[in-house]
């Protein structure tokens, strides 16, 4: 075939349903031969960050951010009707009655797949974060321009 | 129809049958046909979707009983 198509996805959202729509979307495009990279910033960093350990940043503030905000992909909550866990919880049972890949299972597939998952240098930047915050399938840090470039030579491009 | 594999999709959801087709296909040769049994209503589209996309030839589709059959034969390496 011809040079493969690009798809590029923002995922600002750390909550565990978008985050869903969003490894649903980049398994289902690598599998349809398109080149695929992710963008983690912001609250989506919480997505790929290491789910064991403690997170290590400088200063007062970015600690406080990173034990309430620690991240992780088992500790994903929904959007909505999360009600302490509560709902979460059900979700998840929901997602395994119909086997569906927990999005822990979503990012080991996704990375054998050779989808890129790279977190945005200014959010890690901000709220403290090195390379060794995020899991091994994570790639590098990037910035606004290398998203764009990506995104400017991408078929579709979502922000999630 | 006759396949040359089969691979089992019952009971998966949107996007894992694609995503195993997609996998599956790497052990197919070219010119073979694989059967893809399911029963995600979503795969009468996705299946002729993918196909578009990957250039793969989706011969057909078959619906018994809640259980639904696509045929798509490799068409490239």
Known sequence: ?160 | MKADQSLDCMGLYCPMPIVKTAEKMKQLKKGEVLEVVADDKGIKQDMPAWCEATGHECLGIEEKGGEIRTYVRKAHD
């Open chain 1, 1 to 160: 075939m011809a040079e493969k198509e690009k798809l590029t996805l923002v995922v600002f959202s750390g909550d565990l349903d978008r985050a869903l729509a969003a490894f649903m979307l980049a398994t289902t495009g690598a599998s349809m031969g398109m080149e695929v990279t992710m963008f983690f910033t912001f609250w989506g960093l919480n997505v790929i960050k290491k789910n064991e350990g403690s997170i290590k940043s400088k200063g007062i503030m970015r600690k406080m951010l990173n034990v309430m905000n620690r991240g992780g992909s088992s500790r994903l909550k929904m959007s909505k009707f999360h009600m302490f866990g509560l709902g979460t919880w059900m979700m998840k049972r929901l997602m395994k009655e119909v086997n569906l890949p927990s999005i822990e299972e979503f990012i080991t597939m996704a990375h054998q797949m050779g989808v890129k998952m790279v977190p945005c240098s200014t959010s890690c930047g901000m709220m403290g974060l090195s390379e060794d915050a995020f899991r091994s399938e994570a790639e590098g840090i990037a910035g606004a321009a290398y998203f764009l470039n990506e995104a400017r030579n991408s078929k579709v491009t979502l922000f999630i």
